[in-house]
């Protein structure tokens, strides 16, 4: 008897389980084809250009001038002009010169990262929204990214790729 109560409890788990798992409703989009289509995102690439042109201008600017500077003390050292003490003041002074540049390019890589951080996160919440929005709407309880490569197969009736693009006004 109790046996028989185990199965008959453990065939009524299995029933349960196998109804909630076909029940569950799996959708999946391309995030990145979303993306390359939203304006916000073009403004925002575009801005970030100007910004790296800017900062590359100012280091090429420091560039010339250390160079500049380089070349003056060889023709003076050249020359005779420079006594040696002056000669490892000048050296020094070009080396820290050399280590503000580096510094500048390390700040500027950060720069760089923080304003695309900045201008891409309204963008990408913007898209998430959208995607909880579609998947609440239409009853989908999971949604796969396809641009990961992960997606290995997908019934294209379960794309809703078109539903999150109408929703952002794609």
């Given at each position: 008897m109790k046996?028989l ?5 453990l065939?009524t ?10 029940a ?8 990145q084809e ?9 403004q ?6 100007v910004?790296?042109?800017q900062l ?21 050292v ?16 070009l080396?820290?010169q050399?280590?503000e540049i580096a510094?500048?390019e390390q700040d500027m890589?950060q720069q760089?990262?923080?304003k ?20 609440q ?14 997606l ?16 952002l006004?794609?």
């Amino acid at each position: 008897m109790k046996k028989l109560l185990i199965c008959a409890c453990l065939l009524t788990a299995l029933t349960f389980m196998s109804t909630t798992v076909s029940a569950q409703k799996f959708g999946y989009l391309n995030s990145q084809e979303i993306l390359s289509q939203m304006n916000e995102v073009e403004q925002a690439k575009a801005n970030l250009e100007v910004l790296s042109q800017q900062l590359r201008k100012k280091g090429e600017a420091m560039v010339a001038d250390l160079q500049a500077k380089y070349g003056a003390v060889q023709q003076k050292v050249a020359a005779g002009e420079l006594a040696p003490k002056a000669q490892e003041e000048e050296v020094a002074k070009l080396k820290s010169q050399e280590q503000e540049i580096a510094k500048f390019e390390q700040d500027m890589v950060q720069q760089l990262q923080k304003k695309e951080a900045d201008l891409l996160q309204p963008i990408y919440d913007k898209v998430n929204t959208a995607i909880k929005e579609v998947a609440q709407e239409q009853g989908y309880l999971f949604i796969f990214d396809q641009s990961t490569q992960v997606l290995l197969y997908a019934d294209e009736t379960t794309n809703v790729s078109t539903a999150v693009k109408a929703k952002l006004g794609i």
